[in-house]
C-alpha cells in the first residue's frame, strides 16, 4: 500500500471496502475500543455487574468505579447504535478528588492508544494547489479545517447526495448492505470545506478526475500537546474566556490572501477547541458549569445539533463529548431554573468515593506514590508495613453513612465483599437502595467522604512533620493524626466534620486489633501464626460432631488448600476459651455461632479454597487474645512482659521480637519500638 502521505482518496476508499482501514463515528470506534476487550462479572454492593478489563491496564489505571464505567459504556453503545445518547452530553458529577478528571483522562489516554494501530487510525483530507484558482492568493494548499474523513468528502463527491450515491455504487461495486452502513454516518462537508470543492468543480469544469487531482489524503495527528483527537477544554476565568475559544474566529492572516469576502475559510476553526476534535474525537469539558453563561448556551447548540456555528455558515463535527462538574457547582446551576434545557441534554452520572478498602489499598498506594522517599536530611525513608491499611481505613469509613441497619464497620465489611457476622449482603443492597432514593445527592452512599486529595494532603503532613523524619519512618499510627488536622482545617461544614472525627476513631479501634495480630505474629516468630491459630478453630468446630472421632480426639481431614489430608488434635479447652471471649456464654449460643462459622466455611471454600476467616474481626480478636493471655506464664501477658523489661527473661523477649519484627514482617527500628510502644499502651481499646 501507498505511503499514508500521497494516498489517493480511490486508494482510501478500496481500503476501507476491504477492511483494512475504518470509517465510523467517534461513539462507534469508543464503543469498540472497550467492548473487544475483555469483560468480566464482579458483585459490588450484593449486586452483579460488568468489569471492562481495558480501564485495569497499564501502572498508574482505574479502580473501582464500576458503576459509572458501566454507565459510561452504555452510553457510548446507546450512541454507537443510533439512539437518544448521539445527541447528548455525559457528565459526570461528584466530589472534589473522587477521580472524575482522572477517568476521562485515561479514557482519552486509552483512545489515542487505540488509534495508533494502524487499522483503526483516522485519516482526514487536503486540498493542493488551491493556489490556481486564483482567489486564494499565495495559500498553497488548504487542510480540511474540522479533520473530515475522506469518507465524508467521497459522499458528497457530486453536488447530491444521490448522485454521490449512485456514483460510489457504481465505480466500487458496492453491496446494498455496504453502501447503506457507509451513509448510515453520512454528514454534508464543512462550509469551507464545500465551498473550496466547489471552486474547484467549476476551475475543472467539473471533471471529477481532475477535481480529484487536488486531494490528498493525509492521517490526523495523534499529539497530545495539539489537541487533535482528545482535547480538554478547562474552565478559564470569567473575563477571558469566550465563545472564540469552543468554535474559532475570523482570521487576519487568511484575509490578507483570500480575495473573495464570501469565503468561509477566513475563518479559523483550529483557533477553537471544538474543530481540533471534530473528526471522531473526544471533547473533554472540565468543570462545564463553571464557564461563563454565553459559553454554556453556546454548548447547547454543540451537544444537540453536533456542529459549529458561526455567521450563519455550518461545520458538521463528529465528537464524544465528555465532561465533569462538581457537586455543589452543579446545584448552584441546578437552581437557576433558566439554564434548564442544557442539563436536559446531559446524561448526568453521579460518582461516588470508593467505599471498598481493599480497593482503596491500591488508591493510596497512588497517593503515598512508589518512588523511594528520603528524609529532609537525604536519609532513605521507611514505610510502616501498617500504613496503607490505616489510611485506607479511615478514608472508607469516612465516607461510608450511617444507617440504622447495620454498623460503620459491618457496613465497611459487606462493602469490600467480606463477611459481617449475621448480617448478609443483601442488607447492604437495602441500605444503598434507600440511601440513593434521596433527592440530596449528597446524603446518597459513597457521595461524601475524605476524598483522594485529602489523602494526599495527609501524607504530606506525614511527610514534614519532624518525627517522621528523625525516625526516617513513615509511622502508621501518626496518619491518624494527619488525617485529623486536614478534617479541622478542609472540611468546612461541622456535621461532616463531627463525622469524619468520629470515623477516625473506628479507625483507631480497627488498627489497635491489626497491631494485636501483628504483635502476637511476632510473638509466634512467624508471619501468618494468626492465620493458622485460626484455621485450627474453625476445623476444631468443624471436626467436633465428626463420626470418626476417637477417644483421643484426632481428628483426619482433608486440607482443601493443599488437597493432602492431615490430622487436628481436637481442643475443646481452646474452643470454649476462644468462644468466651466472642462473649457467647450458653451452649445455645455457642452452637449458633459455630453453625455460622460452618455455613460460611461451607458457601467461602466452594468458592476460594484460600479463604482464611482473617476478614471475621471478632473471630480474630478472640483467637488473639486467647493466645497472648495463655501463652505466657508468669508474666501475666505479652503487654506486661514487654512493658517491664528489668529482667532478663523479658528483655529477651523483647529483642527476640524486635529481630522477627525486622527480619520476617518488614519493619524498621523506629515503627517496630514505636508500634510495641503502642501495643503497651491501652489506647484505643474499645
Request: aromatic share 10%; glycine share 6%.
Amino acid at each position: 500500500m501507498p505511503s499514508p502521505k500521497n494516498i489517493t482518496l480511490h486508494q482510501h476508499i478500496t481500503a476501507v471496502k476491504k477492511g483494512e482501514r475504518v470509517f465510523e463515528n467517534a461513539f462507534q470506534s469508543v464503543s469498540r475500543m472497550i467492548l473487544q476487550g475483555k469483560i468480566d462479572k464482579v458483585l459490588v454492593n450484593g449486586k452483579t455487574t460488568f468489569d471492562f478489563t481495558v480501564f485495569r491496564e497499564g501502572k498508574k489505571h482505574i479502580i473501582g468505579m464500576y458503576d459509572e464505567i458501566n454507565s459510561f459504556v452504555s452510553f457510548v453503545k446507546d450512541a454507537a447504535e443510533g439512539g437518544s445518547s448521539k445527541e447528548m452530553a455525559f457528565v459526570l458529577v461528584g466530589e472534589p478528588g473522587n477521580g472524575k478528571t482522572f477517568l476521562v483522562e485515561y479514557i482519552c489516554w486509552l483512545y489515542r492508544k487505540f488509534l495508533t494501530h494502524p487499522q483503526n487510525r483516522k485519516y482526514t483530507f487536503r486540498y493542493n494547489g488551491v493556489d490556481e484558482i486564483g482567489s486564494y492568493g499565495h495559500i498553497k494548499y488548504i487542510d480540511s479545517q474540522t479533520y473530515e474523513d475522506p469518507m465524508v468528502l467521497a459522499m458528497n463527491l457530486h453536488e447530491t447526495v444521490e448522485e454521490s450515491q449512485n456514483y460510489l455504487a457504481r465505480r466500487y461495486r458496492l453491496t446494498d448492505h455496504q453502501l447503506e452502513s457507509w451513509f448510515g454516518n453520512y454528514r454534508p462537508l464543512g462550509a469551507c470545506s464545500s465551498y473550496i470543492w466547489n471552486d474547484i468543480r467549476n476551475h475543472n469544469d467539473g471533471n471529477l478526475d481532475d477535481m480529484l487531482k487536488h486531494i490528498e489524503i493525509i492521517p490526523v495527528p495523534l499529539t497530545e500537546s495539539l489537541g487533535t483527537v482528545t482535547g480538554k477544554y478547562p474552565a478559564k476565568d470569567k473575563i477571558t474566556s469566550s465563545a472564540v475559544d469552543l468554535l474559532g474566529e475570523e482570521s487576519i492572516q487568511r484575509l490578507l490572501h483570500i480575495t473573495d469576502t464570501n469565503n468561509p475559510y477566513r475563518f479559523d476553526l483550529r483557533r477553537g477547541a471544538l474543530a481540533r476534535v471534530a473528526g471522531g474525537g473526544i471533547h473533554f469539558s472540565d468543570e462545564i458549569y463553571k464557564n461563563k453563561k454565553d459559553l454554556v448556551q453556546v454548548y447547547l447548540g454543540i451537544i444537540q445539533n453536533r456542529s459549529i456555528e458561526i455567521d450563519g455558515y455550518k461545520w458538521p463535527i463528529d465528537t464524544l463529548i465528555i465532561a465533569t462538574s462538581n457537586n455543589s457547582e452543579f446545584n448552584r446551576f441546578l437552581a437557576e431554573k433558566e439554564e434548564a434545557p442544557i442539563v436536559d441534554r446531559c446524561r448526568i452520572c453521579y460518582v461516588a468515593h470508593n467505599t471498598n478498602y481493599k480497593l482503596q489499598h491500591d488508591l493510596t498506594a497512588y497517593a503515598i506514590g512508589n518512588e523511594a522517599k528520603s528524609t529532609l536530611t537525604g536519609d532513605a525513608m521507611h514505610q510502616d508495613p501498617n500504613l496503607n491499611y490505616a489510611a485506607s481505613i479511615a478514608v472508607v469509613l469516612s465516607r461510608l453513612p450511617r444507617s440504622e441497619k447495620l454498623t460503620t464497620i459491618e457496613t465497611m465489611k459487606l462493602a469490600s465483599g467480606e463477611v459481617a457476622g449475621e448480617k448478609s449482603i443483601k442488607t447492604l443492597s437495602e441500605v444503598i437502595d434507600t440511601l440513593n432514593q434521596d433527592p440530596d445527592i449528597t446524603k446518597r452512599f459513597g457521595q461524601k467522604g475524605l476524598g483522594q486529595r485529602n489523602l494526599g494532603r495527609s501524607i504530606q503532613l506525614l511527610l514534614e512533620s519532624s518525627e517522621t523524619n528523625e525516625g526516617s519512618c513513615m509511622f502508621a499510627y501518626d496518619i491518624f493524626r494527619c488525617l485529623e488536622r486536614v478534617v479541622l482545617d478542609y472540611v468546612s461544614e461541622s456535621h461532616d466534620r463531627a463525622k469524619f472525627l468520629d470515623d477516625l476513631k473506628i479507625a483507631k479501634g480497627l488498627y489497635r486489633e491489626r497491631i494485636m495480630t501483628e504483635m502476637f505474629n511476632a510473638y509466634m516468630d512467624e508471619p501468618l501464626a494468626i492465620r493458622k491459630d485460626v484455621m485450627h478453630y474453625v476445623n476444631m468446630i468443624i471436626g467436633i460432631d465428626a463420626e470418626n472421632l476417637g477417644p483421643d480426639k484426632m481428628w483426619k481431614y482433608k486440607n482443601p488448600q493443599t488437597g493432602e489430608l492431615q490430622a487436628l488434635k481436637i481442643d475443646e479447652r481452646y474452643i470454649d476459651s476462644v468462644e468466651d471471649r466472642l462473649g457467647l456464654k450458653t451452649k445455645e449460643q455457642k452452637e449458633t455461632f459455630r453453625t455460622s462459622i460452618r455455613k460460611i466455611y461451607g458457601q467461602k471454600i466452594s468458592v476460594d479454597p484460600n479463604y482464611d476467616f482473617m476478614d471475621n474481626l471478632e473471630l480474630v480478636k478472640a483467637v488473639t487474645d486467647v493466645r497472648l493471655k495463655s501463652d505466657i506464664a508468669g508474666a501475666g501477658s505479652l503487654i506486661g512482659a514487654l512493658a517491664n523489661r528489668t529482667n532478663e527473661e523479658n528483655q529477651k523477649l523483647y529483642d527476640r521480637m524486635v529481630d522477627t519484627m525486622l527480619n520476617k514482617l518488614n519493619y524498621c527500628q523506629t515503627c517496630a519500638q514505636k508500634t510495641i510502644e503502642y501495643f503497651c499502651t491501652q489506647e484505643d481499646e474499645n
